[in-house]
């Protein structure tokens, strides 16, 4: 018994050994670095590794009024100890995104502070700053103790805890995030149609050919694979200007009489990302429709339906898997776009992707990034878990 049971184990144990070299580097390359990425949205270990006393008090304050002196006094112990160390620098930029301004009090106040002790702590600060003396700032400082915050996923969805503890919505003048994501999706879902749009029809024609015509043409949809997104990008940019050659072919057809403004602008970013994602929409679809071959139409056909007819009610149905599939992958690569729309779009025309990108390297806010990472990467695997569903069918009756 024990011979047979060898025999089997052995071949999937040396399966196993083989792809285990491709799993580690995909772990430590691509899932490890996005899972720290994602964390940091629950991250707030600046003021704490830069007040860590001062933290714990302001963890026991009760929110009224202000902090007990002794707190203040703790406080101005170790910013005096913190002075010109990298930690005060990262504490105070986490404090900028709490209430602005932040940064440039609490480097002042440290530069400022008195040697000796003072008998009213409160006093000492508010005559370097008087907003010292509010109560919002402290509280502020209590929301960024750390070590863990709901403020990052908060603010990614254009809400804030108030100096209460009450989630509330931002000021209209900060609320961007929600309608950058309807914009993203709205976005992506444009560009999904139209890919479906045109791909529906050429992969129909490839699926329909001999294979000595339709391996050619095949070629020729995945020639801009071999091009970067960037140079393809580029190539839209000197097309679509009002100089460019698309406005001067229509000008020279008479179909317009002055240029169009066809670049950044969302008509710009439609356009470029339809062509970089076209091929992503053609090739599930040519795969499933290869294998529906012509005779469920020919026989649709034959027993007296028109030729619509019997596209619409035989055909259709049998490709709408790769209609799922071509409508997933063109739907989830244009959520996280960011090269096409940053050159061919305007400052109305930006997705999501580039305030990660932005909070990332221009800000170091790696929290607000990260949260903003977490809220896309949940909202594709909605998106995959519907179609996943959707994609069963119903289940038989038992």
Known sequence: ???PMSRFLRPRFSAWLLVLPLFLFSAATFVVPIVMMLARSVQDPELSRAFPQTAAALALWDGRDLPPASSIDTFIAELRDARGTEGLSFAANRLNSEISGFRSMLLRTARSLPRDRQDDPVA?????????????????????????????LLAALDRQRN???????VAEERAVFVTVLLR???ISTLVTVFCLLLGYPVAYLLASMPGRIANPLLVLVLIPFWTSVLVRTTAWVVLLQRDGMVNGLLQRLGLIEQPLTLIYNRTGVLIAM?????PLMVLPLYSVMKGIGRAPMLAAMSLGARPFEAFLRVYLPQS?????????LVFISALGYYVTPELAGGGGDQMISYFIAFYTNRTTNWGLAGALSLILLVVTG????AYARLSRGPRAPA
């Open 184 to 186: 993203t999706l709205w």
């Open 320 to 328: 709408v898997a790769g209609i799922g599939a071509g409508c997933l």
């Open 382 to 385: 909605l998106l995959y878990v």
């Open 1 to 3: 018994m024990r011979q």
């Open 163 to 169: 100096d209460d503890g009450a989630v509330v919505r």
């Open 274 to 278: 339809v062509h970089v994602l076209l």
């Open 124 to 152: 000492a600060l508010a005559r370097i700053d008087a907003r010292w003396g509010e109560r919002s700032t402290w509280a502020a400082m209590r929301r960024a103790s750390g070590p863990f915050t709901d403020g990052f």
